[in-house]
């Protein structure tokens, strides 16, 4: 990293440094060239909603990562209502390409599949619960306020 003349701070008296290979384990390079998956399903409905499972590591977003002035828990990604103006839209997409899944197939009118997976795949953090108690610090929440389903309605129809 380097400073603009004048600037205060940063490391800029640190050498640059080199990094050998990286080396992928042969379970993971196996898994990166299988290609996009399948999220199980935990369930279907008539209308054409499905509820995904999806695997998560930690389930609260702290302040920093929100810009927010709160901490926040989202139990789904996706919402049934699908409200055209959701900022959470965006979401839902990153986290279905990172995840790999496929969008319902596409009917022969309406909106376009990305568009309405938001609404039709509802990813459920379903071990949301146990992620929580095992990673919830309240030293680390301090005096900050905890807010559930800030990107998605907790209160799925």
């Not at 108690?133 to 309605?153: C, E, F, Q």
Request: proline share 13%; glycine share 8%.
């Amino acid at each position: 990293m380097r400073r603009a003349p004048g600037a205060r701070g940063g490391v800029s008296h640190l050498p640059p440094v080199r990094l050998g290979p990286v080396r992928i384990k042969p379970q993971l390079a196996l898994e990166l060239d299988a290609g996009p998956r399948a999220l199980p399903v935990l369930e279907e409905r008539a209308r054409g909603t499905r509820f995904l499972s999806l695997a998560v590591r930690r389930v609260l977003n702290p302040p920093a990562s929100t810009h927010m002035p709160f901490w926040s828990l989202n139990p789904y990604v996706g919402c049934e209502f699908g409200c055209s103006y959701c900022y959470a839209r965006k979401t839902h997409e990153w986290v279905m390409e990172r995840n790999g899944a496929r969008p319902s197939p596409a009917p022969e009118s309406g909106p376009p599949a990305a568009w309405r997976s938001f609404e039709q795949n509802i990813l459920v953090k379903h071990s949301a619960p146990d992620v929580l108690i095992r990673t919830l610090d309240p030293a680390r929440l301090g005096t900050d306020s905890l807010v559930i389903g800030t990107a998605t309605d907790p209160y799925q129809p």
